[in-house]
């Protein structure tokens, strides 16, 4: 994913707000509802930058599809709800399952080994990706991604 210019967030911020009210919450409602503080969480709503993970927690609070704040924030005008649940995990459709598996194994990186080298976390992130599609988690290159 390519760094999101300002209005591209600030697109964002307004989806974020817009569902806030929606769920009749006040910001720090909103931000325990995420696990973030309340610092955090307005960085979200100022349109400021901010990590993948708090992206991750605003979406799973607001009820929006994982992957929803990033898909907005590429050009998508409403954020995506979460699909069904199914075995306790919602699923949703995946536009690039490949580039979701990578910022997973990033965000774990980052939140373990905060230390390591984007070289080696990249190789890691390649690694783990093909040892999924190798296991059959993920499709093979070219097929639907899709959950089904």
Same mark, same amino acid.
């Given at each position: 994913?390519? $760094?999101?210019?300002?209005?591209?967030?600030?697109?964002? /911020?307004?989806?974020?707000?817009?569902?806030?009210? %929606?769920?009749?919450?006040?910001?720090?409602?909103?931000?325990?509802? #995420?696990?973030?503080?309340?610092?955090?969480?307005? *960085?979200?709503?100022?349109?400021?930058?901010?990590?993948?993970?708090?992206?991750?927690?605003?979406?799973?609070?607001?009820?929006?599809?994982? &992957? /929803?704040?990033?898909?907005?924030?590429?050009?998508?005008? %409403? /954020?995506?709800?979460?699909?069904?649940?199914?075995?306790?995990? *919602?699923?949703?459709?995946?536009?690039? $399952?490949?580039?979701? /598996?990578? *910022?997973?194994?990033?965000?774990?990186? $980052?939140?373990?080994?905060?230390?390591?080298? !984007? &070289?080696?976390? !990249?190789?890691?992130?390649?690694? $783990?990706?093909?040892?999924?599609?190798?296991?059959?988690?993920?499709?093979?290159?070219?097929?639907? #991604?899709?959950?089904?």
């Amino acid at each position: 994913m390519t $760094i999101p210019s300002h209005a591209d967030r600030l697109r964002l /911020a307004k989806l974020v707000i817009h569902r806030r009210r %929606e769920l009749g919450w006040h910001k720090v409602d909103a931000a325990k509802a #995420a696990g973030l503080t309340h610092t955090t969480y307005m *960085r979200v709503e100022n349109a400021q930058s901010v990590r993948d993970v708090t992206y991750s927690a605003v979406e799973k609070a607001f009820g929006w599809a994982p &992957g /929803a704040c990033h898909a907005v924030l590429e050009g998508l005008e %409403e /954020a995506p709800l979460a699909g069904d649940v199914e075995g306790g995990a *919602r699923f949703a459709p995946v536009v690039n $399952i490949d580039e979701e /598996a990578r *910022r997973a194994v990033q965000d774990v990186v $980052i939140a373990v080994t905060p230390e390591m080298p !984007a &070289g080696k976390m !990249a190789e890691l992130e390649k690694g $783990i990706v093909e040892m999924l599609r190798q296991r059959g988690v993920i499709p093979p290159r070219g097929e639907d #991604a899709t959950p089904r």
